[in-house]
């Protein structure tokens, strides 16, 4: 009896998931070359094309939708055989993690987090996995697509773990030579300036708007943006105000924008940020490792 390849399972799973082989490719760390071989590997290990052109995509034939249930079971019980032992060799380990979060830990964590790992497991990847890329956050962590999601949002399903990596504080930013700066900086006169939202689902209000119409007061969000740096980069031209968490203030000095921060004249309680998985992952020991340096590594360069 011939003993099938394995790996082809792995890359059809992948390739059902993702309906595009670059996407396939992406997921595996593999070129997107390699992944059409393996593509033509599995049509002939199967006997069906499996995916076909339609249009500029490809779509799944009824066999290949027939076998997508099977081969993802047959992937995970295979995970979990191989993956119960209780040591990783660190060294040697050769996997790419997916994680999802934005400015508020990419900037002042990501390229000294890759440090890390690269002295501890130099053969994995780190790879920040876009918004909406993957599906819903609750969805990409239940199908394996993230192994971890960082942000201050705790709208996920009941079952995802989550565990709390540090807290920042509100502050606002301006350009240097801003006219708040003239006087003291009161509710009144902090509303009285158009402002920037941060928000990556486009959202133009959050705390800071509850709390000013706490006051009775109210500001006018001129500009959305998905990010806290692309903001940045609207203030030094502009009368416009940012809030962002305080941490983000050494990318102003890594970046010599010609900015200034100010403490907001509102109270507004911490943001907590925490790290997300699920359970499938809670014996995984290069998961776990990843989850506890990711940890330490907070506790250690947290404000």
């Known amino acids: 009896m011939r003993i099938p390849d394995l790996n082809l399972l792995v890359a059809l799973d992948a390739l059902l998931d993702e309906g595009s082989v670059v996407g396939a490719a992406r997921r595996m760390n593999l070129s997107a070359a390699a992944m059409s071989r393996t593509l033509t590997r599995i049509r002939e290990a199967v006997g069906d094309p499996i995916l076909v052109r339609a249009g500029r995509g490809l779509v799944p034939t009824p066999r290949a939708l027939a076998l997508r249930d099977q081969v993802r079971r047959v992937v995970e019980q295979?995970?979990?055989?191989?993956?119960?032992?209780?040591?990783?060799?660190?060294?040697?380990?050769?996997?790419?993690?997916?994680?999802?979060?934005?400015?508020?830990?990419?900037?002042?964590?990501?390229?000294?987090?890759?440090?890390?790992?690269?002295?501890?497991?130099?053969?994995?990847?780190?790879?920040?996995?876009?918004?909406?890329?993957?599906?819903?956050?609750?969805?990409?962590?239940?199908?394996?697509?993230?192994?971890?999601?960082?942000?201050?949002?705790?709208?996920?399903?009941?079952?995802?773990?989550?565990?709390?990596?540090?807290?920042?504080?509100?502050?606002?930013?301006?350009r240097a030579d801003h006219p708040l700066f003239d006087e003291e900086i009161t509710p009144r006169r902090f509303a009285a300036y158009e402002a920037i939202s941060v928000?990556?689902?486009?959202?133009?209000?959050?705390?800071?708007?509850?709390?000013?119409?706490?006051?009775?007061?109210?500001?006018?969000?001129?500009?959305?943006?998905?990010?806290?740096?692309?903001?940045?980069?609207?203030?030094?031209?502009?009368?416009?105000l940012l809030s962002l968490p305080e941490h983000l203030l050494v990318s102003v000095a890594r970046l010599g924008l010609p900015l200034r921060s100010f403490r907001l004249p509102v109270a507004l309680e911490p943001v907590a940020i925490m790290q997300a998985w699920h359970p499938r992952f809670d014996n995984d020991p290069a998961h776990r490792w990843l989850r506890q340096t990711l940890k330490a590594f907070c506790d250690r360069h947290s404000l």
Do not use: W
């Not at 993690?97 to 440090?115: E, H, K, S, T, Y």
């Not at 599906?135 to 962590?141: F, S, V, W, Y």
């Not at 708007?209 to 500001?219: F, P, S, T, V, Y």
């Open 78 to 174: 295979a995970g979990q055989v191989f993956n119960c032992q209780d040591e990783v060799d660190l060294k040697s380990l050769e996997r790419s993690f997916n994680l999802r979060a934005n400015d508020v830990f990419i900037a002042p964590f990501g390229a000294q987090l890759l440090n890390v790992l690269r002295q501890e497991a130099p053969r994995t990847v780190l790879r920040f996995v876009p918004e909406g890329e993957g599906g819903d956050d609750d969805e990409a962590l239940r199908e394996g697509r993230l192994d971890l999601y960082i942000s201050a949002t705790r709208e996920l399903g009941p079952e995802i773990k989550i565990q709390s990596l540090f807290a920042t504080t509100i502050v606002g930013l301006a």
């Open 199 to 240: 928000s990556r689902r486009g959202r133009a209000h959050g705390p800071i708007d509850q709390a000013l119409a706490d006051l009775g007061l109210q500001r006018r969000v001129a500009l959305i943006t998905p990010n806290f740096h692309s903001a940045m980069f609207s203030l030094p031209e502009s009368d416009l």
